[in-house]
C-alpha cells in the first residue's frame, strides 16, 4: 500500500471525520428525542407498545441504501439531511425498547413510596422514574450510536457526506490508503464515542457504578 | 398546645370490579398520638384500610377523616406530603443518597436546600444512623439500616400522622426487636398519631396502643387495648389468631407492684453460719437463703444444707451459691418478668430490685399466684369465662 496520499490529505481527514460525526450523531440525539415520549407512552399505556414497537422495528428492517437513496432523490436532496432521518429512525429500533425497559425496571415499591411522600405522575417521572432509567437507556445509546457511526459510511458512499466518501473515492481512483484511512477512522469514532457514553453514564449515575464496585 | 390528629373511617367498603371486598363497611377511629395496629389475616384487608388514609386506595363508599376534615378535599399529592408512609419493601430511591432521601418530602415542599439537608442529618441521628452515611447510597445499606431510612424519610416533613405497613417484617429477628423498641422510643418522643399494619400478633401487641382485628373479607372482627385482646377475644377467630399463651402474655400487661415481697430471707455476703441459721428460722416453706452484697444487691442464692457446709470461720459469701437467674424490678417489669424469675430460680423464688438493682425482697410461687387471680378478677369478664358453655360449640358425642 502506498502511503504518500496521506500526508497531503490530512485536511479532507479531518474534514470528513466531522462530518461523518455529525450525521452519525445528530440522528441519536434526534432518535432519543423521539424515543423518550414514544417509551413513556408506551409503560404507561402498555397496549400502545407493540405497535409502536412494531413500526420502529419495521423501519429497521427497510434496507438503508434504500432509504437515502429515496431520500435524496425524491425527498430531501443531496445534502447530509438526507443521511440524518433515515439514520434516525433506524435507531429508534434499540432506543425505544431501551426507553421502556429501562422504565418498566424501577422496583415497584420504589414507584409506590415516591407516590406515597407525593410526587405527581410528571414529577415522580422526571425526578424518579427517569433517573433510575438512565443505565439502560445510556446503553441503548451505545448501541445505537456504534450502528449509526457505521451505517453513516453507507450515506458516504451515497455522496452524502462523511467517512463513506473516502471509500467512494478511494476506490474510483484506486487510492487504497484512502480506503484503509476510511476504515481506520471510522473504528476509531465509534471506539471514541462509546469510551464517552462510558464516562457521562458514569458521571450521571454514581449509585450505579458504586453498585457494580460493591458487588465485585 | 397539641392539635387533634385522629383519624376516623366512616363506614368505608372498597370494593373492586370483579367484586372482591376488600373492606366492608368498616368504622374506627385511630386516637391522636396513638399507635393504632392493624392485623389480620392476609386479604382481610388491613392494608386497604391503610391505603385509604393517603388515598393509594379511594373507597367505594364511605369517608376517611382526618382531624374531623374528609381528605378528599385535598389533592392527593398535597395529602401525601402531610402523612408519613413506610412500606415492607422500603423502597428508597436507589439514584439518590441517604440524606437526599431522607430530605425528600421537604424538597418536595419547596423547602431551602440547606435546611432540608440539616434536617435530613438530624433525623439520622434521631433513627440512629451515623452522620458518616450520608452521602452513601441504598444499596451500601444493610436492610435494617435501609429501613431507618425509610422512617427517617417518613419523619422528614414532621407529619402529625404516620402509616407503617409492615415496616419490620422483611429484616431478621434480631434486628426486628431492635427496630420496634426504637420505634417505642421514637413514638414517645414523636407522639405521631400511627397506623400501623402487621400479621404479626406479637408485633401488634407489644407495639400497639389500640389493636383492630381484621378477617378475610375486609371485615373488622374486634378493637381493644392490647390487653384486653388478650383477656377478652371477641370470638374464637380472634382467639385462634392471637394463638397459644395468650393467659401468659397477658401478664406483660400488669405492672409486679402488688406482689408481697420478704425480706427475711436476705442475707449479707458477708454473714456467718450462725446468721445463716437465724435467717432460716425466719424462713416459710423452702429453706433458701438469698446472698447480697454491701449494696444489697444480689449474688447468689444459698440453699440451707450449703449454708450448714460452711464453716465456722467462714462467711455465706464464699459458700457455693446458685446463680440468680432473671430479677425483676419492683413497679417497672411486668408480672410476667417476675414469673419468668421465679421459673428460671433454682429456689422457685422470684427477686425484687429497684432502679438501682438492689434487692427489695423475694416473692415464693404462691405470692405470684395471688397476683396472678388478681389480673384475672380484674381483666377477664364472666361472659369471656363462660363461652366454652355456649351451645354453638357442639360437644363431641359421648365425651369425657
Avoid at chain 1, 94 to 101: A, K, Q, S, T, Y
Avoid at chain 2, 87 to 104: E, K, M, S, W
Avoid at chain 2, 300 to 309: F, H, Q, R, V, Y
Wanted: aromatic share 6%.
Amino acid at each position: 500500500m502506498e502511503w504518500q496520499w496521506l500526508p497531503g490529505h490530512l485536511d479532507d481527514l479531518a474534514t470528513a471525520t466531522a462530518q461523518h460525526l455529525q450525521l452519525a450523531l445528530l440522528p441519536v440525539v434526534l432518535g432519543l428525542i423521539i424515543s423518550l415520549p414514544l417509551g413513556i407512552v408506551s409503560v404507561r399505556w402498555r397496549w400502545t407498545y407493540p405497535p409502536i414497537f412494531g413500526i420502529a422495528n419495521l423501519l429497521y428492517a427497510i434496507p438503508s441504501i434504500a432509504l437515502f437513496v429515496f431520500m435524496s432523490q425524491y425527498v430531501t436532496g443531496l445534502s447530509v439531511v438526507s443521511a440524518i432521518i433515515p439514520l434516525a429512525l433506524f435507531t429508534l429500533s434499540v432506543l425505544v425498547p431501551n426507553v421502556v425497559d429501562g422504565l418498566k425496571q424501577v422496583p415497584d415499591p420504589v414507584r409506590q413510596a415516591a407516590t406515597a411522600v407525593g410526587f405527581g405522575t410528571l414529577r415522580r417521572l422526571m425526578q424518579v422514574e427517569l433517573p433510575i432509567a438512565v443505565p439502560v437507556i445510556v446503553a441503548g445509546i451505545r448501541v445505537a450510536t456504534v450502528a449509526s457511526i457505521s451505517l453513516g459510511s453507507v450515506a458516504g458512499i451515497m455522496g452524502l457526506g462523511g467517512l463513506g466518501e473516502l471509500f467512494q473515492d478511494g476506490q474510483q481512483r484506486d487510492i487504497p490508503s484512502e480506503v484503509f484511512a476510511g476504515i481506520v477512522l471510522t473504528i476509531l469514532l465509534a471506539f471514541v464515542c462509546d469510551v464517552i457514553l462510558v464516562l457521562v453514564q458514569r458521571a450521571l449515575t454514581p449509585w450505579s457504578r458504586a453498585r457494580k464496585g460493591a458487588a465485585a | 398546645m397539641r392539635e387533634d390528629h385522629l383519624i376516623t373511617f366512616d363506614h368505608v367498603t372498597k370494593r373492586y370490579a370483579d367484586g372482591t371486598v376488600a373492606l366492608d363497611d368498616f368504622t374506627l377511629e385511630c386516637p391522636t398520638g396513638e399507635i393504632t395496629v392493624f392485623v389480620g389475616t392476609s386479604g382481610g384487608g388491613k392494608t386497604t384500610a391503610l391505603r385509604t388514609i393517603n388515598r393509594m386506595v379511594d373507597p367505594t363508599s364511605g369517608r376517611v377523616l382526618i382531624d374531623g376534615q374528609d381528605i378528599k378535599e385535598k389533592s392527593p399529592a398535597e395529602l401525601r406530603r402531610g402523612i408519613g408512609y413506610v412500606i415492607q419493601q422500603v423502597g428508597l430511591f436507589p439514584h439518590r443518597t441517604i440524606r437526599d432521601n431522607i430530605a425528600t418530602v421537604p424538597y418536595l415542599l419547596g423547602w431551602d436546600k440547606a435546611k432540608a439537608r440539616t434536617t435530613a442529618m438530624e433525623l439520622m441521628q434521631r433513627v440512629g444512623l451515623p452522620a458518616s452515611m450520608a452521602k452513601r447510597y441504598p444499596f451500601q445499606l444493610s436492610g435494617g439500616q435501609q429501613q431507618r431510612v425509610g422512617v427517617a424519610r417518613a419523619l422528614a416533613a414532621d407529619p402529625p400522622v404516620m402509616l407503617m405497613d409492615e415496616p419490620f417484617s422483611a429484616v431478621d429477628p434480631v434486628v426486628r426487636a431492635e427496630l420496634q423498641q426504637e420505634f417505642l422510643r421514637l413514638q414517645s418522643e414523636l407522639h405521631k398519631t400511627i397506623v400501623f399494619v402487621t400479621h404479626d400478633v406479637d408485633e401488634a401487641i407489644r407495639l400497639g396502643d389500640h389493636i383492630a382485628v381484621f378477617r378475610t373479607g375486609g371485615e373488622l372482627v374486634q378493637h381493644a387495648t392490647p390487653a384486653d385482646l388478650l383477656a377478652n377475644p371477641a370470638d374464637d377467630f380472634v382467639a385462634s389468631f392471637i394463638g397459644r399463651d395468650r393467659g401468659i402474655r397477658l401478664l406483660s400487661f400488669h405492672t409486679a407492684d402488688d406482689i408481697a415481697l420478704h425480706d427475711s430471707a436476705v442475707v449479707p455476703a458477708s454473714a456467718t453460719r450462725t446468721d445463716a441459721r437465724a435467717a432460716l428460722a425466719g424462713v416459710d416453706g423452702e429453706p433458701w437463703l438469698l446472698i447480697v452484697d454491701d449494696a444489697r444487691r444480689p449474688v447468689g442464692w444459698l440453699s440451707a444444707e450449703s449454708a450448714d457446709a460452711v464453716p465456722e470461720s467462714g462467711t455465706l459469701g464464699d459458700a457455693g451459691l446458685l446463680p440468680i437467674g432473671n430479677t425483676f424490678q419492683v413497679g417497672v417489669d411486668p408480672l410476667r418478668s417476675a414469673l419468668d424469675s421465679s421459673v428460671l430460680s433454682p429456689s422457685g423464688r422470684a427477686v425484687g430490685v429497684d432502679a438501682d438493682g438492689a434487692v427489695l425482697g423475694v416473692a415464693t410461687q404462691a405470692d405470684l399466684a395471688a397476683a396472678i387471680r388478681a389480673v384475672a378478677a380484674g381483666d377477664l369478664h364472666p361472659h369471656a369465662l363462660d363461652r366454652a358453655g355456649e351451645p354453638d360449640e357442639p360437644e363431641p358425642a359421648g365425651g369425657a
